[in-house]
């Protein structure tokens, strides 16, 4: 089965950029509009990897990774933040609060592509 990616963003344009890309590279993809969604989704079917935002409406992508993390049943979905918010704190906060990486928007796809194969590859 191939591997399951979770996009979580609140800019479709962004989401679908991120399915299509993700998609031809033969990864199963489905997409959430904000944290509570993909907390509903991942309830259901459990991810291996979450292309998550940071700024979103109801939940943001720094809280719903601090509460993936702090679950034993979730911490090891692997996470690659793809965000606009792209200081050094920010970056830094991502990286402590468990994401494995960290893409500042506007991105290359073919970046994404690379990061989220290292982000699968066993620890």
């Known amino acids: 089965m191939a591997t399951y990616v979770l996009?979580?963003?609140?800019?479709?344009?962004?989401?679908?950029?991120?399915?299509?890309?993700?998609?031809?590279?033969?990864?199963?993809?489905?997409?959430?509009?904000?944290?509570?969604?993909?907390?509903?989704?991942?309830?259901?079917?459990?991810?291996?990897?979450?292309?998550?935002?940071?700024?979103?409406?109801?939940?943001?992508?720094?809280?719903?990774?601090?509460?993936?993390k702090a679950d034993p049943e979730t911490a090891q979905i692997r996470v690659v933040m793809l965000t606009a918010r792209s200081q050094d704190a920010d970056i830094q906060e991502g990286h402590r609060s468990g994401a494995d990486a960290y893409i500042p928007k506007p991105f290359n796809p073919r970046q994404l592509l690379e990061v989220v194969?290292?982000?699968?590859k066993p620890k």
């Open 7 to 68: 996009a979580v963003d609140d800019d479709a344009g962004i989401r679908r950029l991120v399915q299509l890309n993700l998609q031809r590279a033969g990864y199963r993809v489905a997409t959430a509009v904000d944290g509570v969604d993909a907390l509903e989704q991942i309830r259901t079917e459990r991810p291996d990897l979450l292309v998550l935002d940071v700024t979103m409406p109801r939940l943001d992508g720094i809280e719903l990774l601090r509460r993936l």
């Open 117 to 120: 194969e290292e982000a699968l």
